[in-house]
Nanobody, 117 residues
């Protein structure tokens, strides 16, 4: 079955950087688009970034993270990444990776990112 395991979260000061990883298994990773979502306490889950199956042609970002976050996909390693720079306190949330383009139906357990100001 589909397994997605996130890692790389942690606590960082505002202005800092983190790189999240998502290891995928149980399906043909290169056939699927992927995405990152996040959910802060008391707020709805929101899409952060998405990337097409080949990891090259199409990427898409939420307006709130454009220019600061970069999504990438390594089909040789079955791994998805999210490079997060210039972090802000409002980026604090549980971050999930998911299979699909802006589709969080199949997602992992998440990794916590906490940004202190």
């Amino acid at each position: 079955q589909v397994q997605l395991v996130e890692s790389g979260g942690g606590s960082v000061q505002a202005g800092g950087s983190l790189r999240l990883s998502c290891a995928a298994s149980g399906y043909t990773y290169s056939d699927y688009c992927m995405g990152w979502f996040r959910q802060a306490p008391g707020k709805e889950r929101e899409g952060v970034a998405a990337i097409d199956s080949d990891g090259i042609t199409i990427t898409s970002y939420a307006d709130s993270v454009k220019g600061r976050f970069t999504i990438s996909k390594d089909n040789a390693k079955n791994t998805l990444y999210l490079q997060m720079n210039s972090l802000k306190s409002e980026d604090t949330a549980l971050y999930y990776c998911a299979r699909g383009f802006w589709d969080s139906t199949n997602r992992g357990q998440g990794t916590q990112v906490t940004v202190s100001s």
